[in-house]
């Protein structure tokens, strides 16, 4: 049972390149989001799904896109990187409740 | 939407003393507050939880408490030891509807304990 799996681990992007961070969970949750944290300000949500087919926009989304075809997968999509989008990104599922939040290992995320 | 005010920054304390860390939120209809660990370059991780219709939760050294009519929550670590040495957060989520799978956190404590 691997939980929530994020791929990359490290990413350096270009300022205007674009990039996909990915998100896997296989644990049959319904609920995944993205949050990105940033030093003193703990962890922000960016955009969130309670289903597939599901989405929507939480306290940070400008700049970042989601869709979510499948129950197991909620890619997180960078349209024009910035520096201001440096950061460390984590993706989380859980299953309605509200009920505990399973995070993946995180991407850290530099543009340069 | 909810806004969750975390206190204090950072917590230095002895191996063998308590630690008290405490939380605000302001949206009354939220009924989940989680707390999670966070070790440097790790993921966070749930340590305890409580929902609004619990007054106190226990888990070991590790207690969490709930007014819902102050909208205040706490985290008490009892005996604390070096490996409690971590980034707390809390957390606030629900109120039905479209709030499900929301987590709004606060800005996290840093607690370091000494030998």
């Known amino acids: 049972n691997a939980g929530v799996t994020q791929t990359p681990k490290f990413q350096v992007l270009k300022t205007g390149q674009s990039m996909t961070l990915q998100c896997a969970q296989d644990?049959?949750?319904?609920?995944m989001s993205w949050y990105r944290q940033d030093p003193g300000m703990g962890l922000r949500l960016i955009h969130y799904?309670?289903?597939?087919?599901?989405?929507d926009q939480g306290e940070v989304p400008n700049g970042y896109n989601v869709s979510r075809s499948t129950t197991e997968d909620f890619p997180l999509r960078l349209l024009s990187a910035a520096p201001s989008q440096t950061s460390v990104y984590f993706c989380?599922?859980?299953?309605?409740?509200?009920?505990?939040?399973?995070f993946g290992q995180g991407t850290r995320l530099t543009v340069v | 939407g909810e806004n969750v005010e975390q206190h204090p920054s950072t917590l230095s304390v002895q191996e063998g003393d308590s630690a008290v860390i405490k939380c605000t939120y302001s949206?009354?209809?939220?009924?989940?507050f989680p707390w999670y660990k966070q070790e440097l370059g790790k993921r966070p991780q749930l340590i305890i939880d409580?929902?609004?219709?619990?007054g106190e939760k226990k888990d070991q050294r590790i207690a969490v408490t709930l007014n819902k009519t102050a909208k205040h929550f706490s985290l008490h670590i009892t005996e604390t030891q070096p490996e409690d040495s971590a980034v707390y957060f809390c957390?606030?989520?629900?109120?039905?509807?479209?709030?499900?799978?929301?987590?709004?956190f606060g800005q996290g404590t840093i607690l370091t304990v000494h030998p």
């Open positions: 799904s309670v289903g597939a087919g599901i989405t």
């Open positions: 409580i929902r609004s219709n619990v």
């Open positions: 957390a606030a989520e629900g109120g039905g509807g479209t709030s499900y799978g929301k987590l709004t």
């Open positions: 989380a599922s859980s299953s309605r409740g509200p009920t505990e939040a399973f």
């Open positions: 644990m049959n949750h319904e609920y």
């Open positions: 949206d009354s209809a939220s009924n989940y």
